[in-house]
């Protein structure tokens, strides 16, 4: 009787983890569940860094436009008035004798105005340089925030990935926890009818009460991955999402080399710093100029008030030149300055391409790692059920040990582990191959 209770139980348990799988890897979508699709929306819409990166990209396109419009006229007027203590007069000798005015400004007080328009005709390069060094600034920020988007869907993909991951982790703690139960049931009532020694009904209830710690930790460590992942889509912690399975990224049908090189001309990473080396090269050229001359055209309009005067009104034309030619060096070593962090640029430049080579080929190489891992486990699995199966009827006929069960049963919670990790390593690894060429 109690053999029939204890399959029947075992059968229970053993139908309930096949659910549990077929319904994480093959049910449909329900209504109201978050794809990982869905979990990049929200965290582009939400995400702090994003929000930053973006007003930094509208900050660069400004000064790319305000550096462009330096070749725009520029009009400037100014105006005041002025009240003196008492007016002076013009007091000159003549040939025909003493000559006195009358008082300059009547009231005591005059009024200014002025208005100047003035064109750069020529700037030795510092006009150009400025523009290049802000046009490159504007590409490296719509880089960067390309960059920003990319880690932060990454990031939120192994958070979104961590959740099924713990998720599947508490499930396998739970049809462990279980199995022993109806095995420590069993062996209880095996000892009851002195049938086994108590050996074997402590080791059951050991074994139990480790299957009970691993469940508790299991449910905790799915509490804070699913925290983590509602804190990056910008959803109140204690939310329990509802989570569908991620397909693995497609294979990328082109060799390592080809990788590489499409890493090299799409990772934003390579753009950034490029745009920043012109940035500096363009910049070092702009204050360089500064120490050749400079030419404008400027075009005025005055209004004096006045009494001695023909004319209260004069409009004025001409061309002022700018040279300087003595600052004691400063403008030498501003461009030295700028010309050395560019060289900087440019090795950091160089030295990120051999990582992105480097990240390339890891990712490449860990995703085959996890795919043919995965195809191991899929016959690990099905192993270890059946040397379950084996050793539970080797000890219900007396053939078997207590220990045989509990191995058994602690070799089949690995290999669902080890089937669980690889499939969402291989899920991680694709999209950090995706991340690595800069597809993501």
């Given at each position: ?12 348990a ?20 978050e794809t ?55 007091d ?59 880690d ?5 993909t ?79 912690l204690?939310?329990?999402?509802d ?15 080809a ?5 090299l001309?799409?990772?934003p ?131 078997g ?25 291989l ?14």
């Open positions: 009787m109690w053999r029939a209770i204890r399959t029947h139980r075992r059968a229970i053993a139908a309930a983890a096949g659910l549990a799988l077929a319904a994480a890897l093959g049910a449909p979508r329900p209504a109201g569940a990982l699709t869905d979990a990049w929306r929200m965290a582009l819409h939400r995400n702090g860094e994003i929000a930053a990166s973006r007003n930094q990209r509208s900050a660069a396109d400004a000064e790319r436009t305000a550096a462009e419009r330096g070749r725009w006229p520029t009009l400037a007027v100014e105006g005041g008035y002025t009240q003196l203590n008492q007016s002076p007069i013009l000159i000798q003549t040939s025909s004798g003493p000559f006195r005015s009358p008082k300059i400004w009547k009231h005591d007080g005059y009024v200014s105005a002025a208005a100047d328009l003035s064109v750069p005709l020529w700037t030795s390069g510092a006009l150009g340089g400025s523009i290049g060094a802000a046009r490159a600034g504007a590409r490296g920020a719509a880089a960067a925030e390309s960059m920003t988007k990319a932060v869907k990454f990031a939120v192994q958070a979104y990935v961590g959740v099924l991951r713990a998720r599947s982790e508490l499930q396998v703690a739970d049809t462990s926890l279980s199995s022993l139960k109806a095995h420590a049931h069993d062996v209880q009532v095996m000892y009851d009818k002195q049938a086994v020694a108590k050996t074997d009904q402590l080791a059951a209830q050991v074994a139990l009460a480790n299957a009970l710690q691993a469940r508790l930790r299991a449910a905790n460590a799915l509490a804070i991955a699913t925290a983590a992942y509602n804190r990056w889509v910008g959803e109140p204690d939310r329990t999402p989570l569908v399975e991620p397909p693995p990224a497609a294979a990328p049908v082109e060799s390592i080399g990788l590489v090189a499409r890493a001309e799409t990772r990473e390579v753009a950034v710093l490029e745009a920043q080396h012109t940035r500096l090269e363009d910049a070092a050229r702009a204050e360089r100029a500064q120490s050749l001359p400079q030419v404008a055209l400027h075009a005025g309009y005055t209004h004096f008030d006045n009494q001695i005067l023909d004319r209260q009104n004069i409009a004025t034309i001409g061309v002022q030149f700018r040279w300087r030619l003595f600052d004691a060096g400063q403008i030498r070593e501003h461009t030295a300055a700028l010309r050395s962090r560019a060289w900087a640029v440019q090795r950091q430049l160089e030295d990120l391409r051999s990582k992105i080579a480097l990240q390339v080929r890891t990712s490449a190489l860990d995703r085959d790692d996890a795919a043919a891992r995965l195809r191991a486990a899929g016959l690990a699995v099905a192993q270890a059920r059946e040397n379950q199966r084996v050793a539970d009827e080797l000890y219900r006929s007396g053939l040990t207590n220990t045989q069960v509990l191995e058994a049963e602690s070799l089949r919670a690995t290999a669902l582990k080890n089937r669980d990790d690889a499939r969402y390593d899920v991680i690894a694709g999209y950090r191959l995706d991340l690595a060429i800069g597809a993501l």
